[in-house]
């Protein structure tokens, strides 16, 4: 059965959580059997459940209590050909049975999946292994890779810019008091962004993602590196328990925090990864360890600094800005050796006001506009230097 013929018209319509003595029971009420695969995650405890092309239409709400170990769920897309639900647990568990019921001619095919809990011990021995119905990874198209010759200049005088539009796919970032996505308002800017950088004929931009799509953090610079970029613009949209507050900011990477703030956003925005199901203890970064103390990280934080500068500058002249507008924390997608980056909050979605600017085409065509300007200025500032 191929995935793709086996998936094409798959829905899920609902979604049911059943608490039943020592297990809880995860339902997916789907227009079609598919194929899936399963697997276990610590630190926090986590199950994941990989499947391929499928439309979500059940809604997608923030669980304010957990419903028996069940604490959130969350889908999305993870990469080409794979959706993702991420399962939050609120302790060890063990996927005790899983099964798809087929509905038949009458429809309603029903996907679920029973947790009980377990010891860590026993968490520990059962999280290898992989729960599968006829899965087959997908492969992913060479041509989604950004490949083109690393250069600090290109011979037409265009200078590569990357934008990052944060978050995206099973990571929908903060929820707005509308419901609107962080993800969503970051895409739609950053496209925004690109054409206006691209239309004043000195830049190519490039998206580390051109559609609702999880990319990991690590995987965003690094796409700037590999592209010969120089300059990394993350934007974002984030939430506060203060409703009343608005304003854009700008971040830049730091080993300490300029401010408890920056620091909280820094530990929010660091957990993407964690949201989207990755696996972090297979991962090893031993260049992420030396990168604060390295002369080229330093001389990359400078050029950082001097760029979040003009950035403050320009946004200030055309959206309201927060006071102290430029601070510091160890933002992961900061961490480039090589390639000057800052982090752009465009606002809260916590504020009704800033929500309502973030969807409009006309405020984030001034933002893009003030971005602009900042990316102008910082390399006037670089061609001056290089003369002098």
Known sequence: MAVGEATAATEVTKVRIGVHPQKTRLVLETTKAFPYQIFLLGNPYRVVIDLPDVSWRAPLRQMKEPVGYVANYRFG???????????????????ARHAILDGGSEGNTRFFLDLEPVTQQAFNQVRAKVHSRQWAAPKVPKSLDIEPPARTRR??????????????GVDPGAIGISGTFESHVALKAAHIVKRTLESSGRYIAILTRSRDIYIPLRDRFRKAEKAGAELFISLHADSINNPKIRGASVYTLSEKASDKEAEALAAKENRSDIIAGVDLTQQSDPVVVDILISMRQRRTKDESAHFARFMVDNLGKSVRLLRNTHRFAGFAVLKSLDVPSVLVELGYLSNRTDEKLLKTKKYRTKISKAILRATDAYFERKERLSKS
């Open 77 to 95: 897309l993870f990469k080409p050909g794979n959706n993702r639900v991420v399962v939050d647990v609120t302790r060890p568990v063990r996927v």
């Open 155 to 168: 011979s037409d005088g265009r200078r590569v810019v990357v934008i990052d539009p944060g978050h995206g």
